[in-house]
């Protein structure tokens, strides 16, 4: 079962969030279906079987300041 899990993410650049995709891309697959960024609203999306916890510590690898806004 998947639900779409809403993340705001200090992104500033196309770089930052290309370090985001690529981490999430990582796991597609995995229990991650689709990823969806918003550099002006410094937003991600990801559609996934994994949990937000799950989801928020991947995230988090980036070095980037994530936090968690809740299921769509």
Do not use: D
Request: proline share 1%; hydrophobic share 30%; glycine share 8%.
């Amino acid at each position: 079962m998947s639900s779409t899990h809403i993340f705001n993410v200090e992104m500033t650049c196309e770089g930052c969030s290309g370090a985001v995709e690529r981490v999430l891309n990582r796991l597609k697959g995995q229990g991650v279906n689709e990823v969806s960024i918003s550099l002006p609203e410094q937003k991600v999306s990801v559609t996934s079987s994994l949990s937000a916890e799950q989801l928020l510590e991947v995230i988090k690898k980036t070095g980037k300041k994530t936090t968690y806004v809740g299921t769509q």
